[in-house]
């Protein structure tokens, strides 16, 4: 599967933080059937048997509507599962040395906040970037909030799709018009919602607005 910028419109990126009335998998069938256009599986506390296992539940769930399922940051995982991609942040391994260990078919998505990142994860053989934190979110504790300006630079200075993350909401997203950013990311937006299929159908519909907005 390729990556391309309707991909991007709705990018959903798990957090186990808001299980309870319902499981992660059941956030995950609800955010599909809201309509969202990928889905990033982020775990940072389970065991790699644990995280496969989860993995292949949930990536056969993506595969049946077509949708891209991506694994943060374990190259071990998206391998073994049979993901569309994988997403790395600067902290992790280059895209260059996780291209080399994936082969050409497999989607690579880097997190980026400088101009000179996102060009390098371009040449490096990144097939999208996360640029942000583009509001304020208590997700990412260390990440400092993205200039408007910076987003639109990183934009102009690239040609694979973008996806702004960060503290996004039904309530900002429009803020992100003119940006050049070809959708929106979003973690408690939809997976601390109550009902994260209603959430991702307005998610969906204020992203669209917002790119067709730009273009």
């Keep these: 599967m390729k990556c391309d910028k309707q991909n991007m419109l709705l990018y959903a990126v798990t957090d186990r933080a808001w299980t309870g009335k319902m499981t992660l998998t059941e956030q995950v069938l609800a955010a599909l059937d809201g309509g969202i256009t990928c889905l990033q599986l982020r775990e940072k506390t389970l065991s790699d048997d644990e995280f496969l ?4 539940i949930i990536g056969k769930a993506c595969q049946k509507r077509g949708v891209p399922f991506i694994i943060n ?6 391998l073994a599962c049979g993901a569309d991609g994988i997403h790395v942040g600067q902290e992790d391994m280059a895209a260059k040395d996780v291209r080399a260990l994936v ?7 880097v997190s980026v906040h ?8 371009e040449r490096d053989g990144a097939d999208y970037l996360g640029l942000g934190a583009v509001f304020h ?9 993205m200039t408007a300006d910076m ?3 990183i934009c102009d200075a690239v040609s694979i799709p973008t996806v702004a993350i960060g503290g996004i909401s039904a309530k900002n997203v429009e803020k992100l018009t003119g940006s050049g950013v070809d959708g929106i990311a979003v973690v408690s937006a939809i997976f601390a919602a109550e009902d994260p299929k209603k959430a991702a159908e307005e998610l969906l519909a204020c992203s669209k607005a917002m790119v067709l907005a730009t273009s």
Excluded: F, Q, S, Y
């Design 151 to 153: 987003l639109r630079a």
């Design 103 to 109: 082969g050409n078919d497999m989607i690579i998505g």
């Design 114 to 121: 400088t101009v000179e990142e996102a060009v390098k994860a």
């Design 73 to 78: 940051d374990n190259v071990k995982v998206a």
């Design 53 to 56: 296992t989860e993995a292949k």
């Design 137 to 145: 979110t208590d997700t990412k504790g260390d990440a400092e909030d």
